[in-house]
């Protein structure tokens, strides 16, 4: 039923909320009831001054009668009915339910997003604690120290005599794994404190990169020129970066920019603009027109497309082994930060089919259930020589689309959080359906 329709359910249920009886209304605005009942059943339209004096005498804007939930709660109300997974709700009569019940459709909205939003969190801290590297490296070193601390205790309290050599030496070193355990649980604690901090929960060169990035809104036009002096300038502008703690981030930064640099050159801006402006995103008229590889084309549609596209574009990239390497995020469509990613994203597919280009319409699982469309191509890296397998980089182009297709694959972002209940690409269970 159309909003526009239900002008009297919202009239009738507004009536009903101010305690009027529909004779006394009736009588305010200058009807018989038997009109006005007609009008709240949705018999009759209505409209002009008899709508906005119903709205006067029952102290509301007519807008309110009129229009009902905005779009954006009708659009979240079909979002959560879309997720339940079990229950059938009546998706015809949602424009119904929040015409007559507003209240109850916000609350039901505002539950939804809250639900979203610890679904999030829960699976942020699941794939800290699951598969940080800094993490566990961190409960190894103290249980380390608990085990030696242990060992040395029962040393000292079970054997009878001891040289005095020898047990100043267990009090030292008793002293000394103590000291260490202390050190090492306060480290723990405060990087725990920190896990909601983005800026404190970099564990690796490459986060710090991403970080980097992420921080310039990936763009760096004083860095697309390829003259020394711009070499030089490069090397200081990431020396200031505060993101970069390490030299290991520094100098994987500076092969990121060096790449984008590259990028850039074969690829200069202005002539990219030209030319999506001719061809629109059709990729291969992109990449003979500038005589480059698919994955360039990607790599810099990617960096520019903030700038130069209506909507950002994602892109994630990994070697041979399948490792995640450096990713620019799009909303909606999630990438896990440390567990292994979904087995069926066309990136981990183009690894099989070296330097054919891929094109898959996928739908990301979960409340939201985004739809994009993903552009997906390996190729070999470093210099070609006789009797050496090739190593190769895979790419994968990440489009938002305006609503899903029924032939769009349906994938996650990891085994970990993802909902979909019937999967032989699992590898371990979900939290988001087992619970934690």
């Known amino acids: 039923m159309a909003r526009d329709t239900l002008t009297g359910s919202r009239i009738r249920e507004r009536r009903a909320m101010s305690g009027m009886r529909q004779s006394e209304l009736a009588r305010e605005v200058g009807i018989s009831a038997s009109y006005l009942n007609l009008i709240e059943h949705n018999r009759r339209r209505i409209g002009g001054k008899l709508l906005v004096d119903i709205a006067q005498v029952l102290g509301v804007e007519p807008s309110l009668l009129s229009e009902g939930a905005e779009a954006a709660m009708i659009a979240t109300l079909r979002e959560a009915a879309a997720g339940t997974g079990r229950a059938q709700p009546e998706l015809d009569r949602i424009d119904e339910f929040a015409g007559r019940f507003p209240g109850w459709a916000e609350l039901v909205v505002e539950n939804h997003r809250r639900i979203a939003s610890l679904e999030r969190v829960a699976a942020t801290l699941t794939d800290r604690l699951t598969h940080d590297p800094h993490l566990a490296t961190s409960m190894h070193e103290v249980l380390t120290m608990v085990t030696a601390i242990r060992s040395t205790a029962s040393i000292l309290a079970e054997t009878q005599e001891i040289e005095p050599e020898w047990e100043k030496r267990f009090q030292r070193n008793l002293n000394e794994d103590s000291r260490r355990l202390a050190e090492s649980t306060q480290q723990l604690v405060s990087y725990l404190d920190g896990a909601g901090d983005v800026g404190a929960s970099l564990t ?176 070999a890296i470093g210099t070609a020589a006789f009797n050496e397998d090739p190593l190769y980089h895979s790419y994968m182009l990440v489009v938002p689309m305006e609503r899903a297709v029924a032939q769009a694959r349906e994938v996650g972002s990891s085994c970990r959080v993802c909902p979909s209940v019937d999967c032989e690409g699992r590898r371990e269970p979900s939290i988001l359906i087992q619970g934690l």
């Open 204 to 379: 690796s060169p490459m986060e710090e990169v991403e970080a980097m990035l992420a921080a310039h809104r990936y763009h760096f036009p004083q860095f697309e020129e390829a003259d020394a002096e711009a070499q030089l300038d490069l090397e200081a502008f990431i020396a200031e970066q505060p993101q970069l703690t390490s030299q290991g981030a520094r100098d994987l930064a500076l092969a990121a920019l060096r790449q984008l640099r590259a990028d850039a050159r074969v690829m200069p801006r202005d002539e990219l603009s030209g030319v999506l402006e001719q061809h629109g995103m059709e990729f291969t008229q992109i990449m003979h027109h500038f005589r480059v590889s698919m994955a360039t084309v990607f790599r810099r549609l990617a960096i520019l497309s903030d700038t130069l596209l209506p909507q950002s574009l994602g892109l994630v990239m990994c070697d041979g082994s399948g490792t995640l390497m450096l990713r620019k995020p799009v909303e909606g469509f999630p990438v896990p930060r440390f567990s292994a990613a979904c087995p069926k994203w066309p990136l981990f597919q183009a690894l099989n089919r070296p330097l054919r280009p891929i094109r898959q319409e996928v739908t990301v699982t979960g409340r939201e259930a985004r739809p994009f469309e993903c552009f997906a191509v390996t190729e």
